[in-house]
């Protein structure tokens, strides 16, 4: 009983400050504006409107997930031959952790100061080279404006969480292929590659359940228009036409949740199977 008593204040921050509000806001979804249970909020995830932010959210998760666990792999595979103690190995590791942890409005700003209509990339390159990145429109504000500011925190992030299996590779491993006559191609596709497979799509998953459910970053740079899901929760909330838009906003939470649920529980049947690398 006494081991339980330690996770007692960890159990009560998640029931107070996360599973209450989950079930909260996703039980708005069954009742109607006048109180009655429902289920006619649900059919607005049928909207095509609906249906296309969900897709667009999608895709965006998806697009910053390949390209962060992809960059963010091959920096954690070049920091495997620093010593962890090295100077270097500290500050990248620091690094990643401050930056996997800045985004929202701050990291909004950051973009729109550098590479905003007036910012200071912007200008520069305007004055000096006579480059225009806006020539076409102003994509910054617009659904692919997210993906330079979502990989800002997906790289870093996919550095955190993919190093520790990338250092858990064993160097007897390589000898022993070595021994075989295997060489570097043989290592990484029938040794290495396999195991760390596990563990990579693993990060992936995390890291397209971490664009997935990104809203400040999304709210300061889209003020017109709600293309992603979370968006188009804040128009529900903050619409002028009712109760009823709150509990649609409910319905959408739902979806939302199921998405993350089967992202999840692969996230964690991953883990368990990279796991048995590692002990």
Known sequence: MKKWLGLTPFALYVLI???????LAIGTGFFAADGSLTLDNFAKLTDPIVLGSFWATIWISALTAGIGALLGGLLA???TGAPATSALRRAIDSAAS??????GVMLAFAFIATIGIQGLVTVSLREWFGIDIFAEGVWLYQLPGLILPY??????LMVIVFLPAMEGLR????EASATLGGNSFTYWTRIAGPILAPSFLGSLLLLFANAFSSYATAAALISQGAQIVPLQIRSALISETGASRANTAGALALGMLLVMLIVMIGYSALQRRAA???R
Do not use: K
């Not at 160097?171 to 390589?174: K, V």
């Open 17 to 23: 400050f996360l599973a209450v509000p989950a079930v």
């Open 77 to 79: 595979f070049a920091l």
């Open 98 to 103: 401050v930056l996997a942890q800045f985004g």
């Open 151 to 156: 990989l800002y925190f997906q790289v870093p």
């Open 171 to 174: 160097r007897e491993w390589a």
């Open 276 to 278: 048995r690398w590692q």
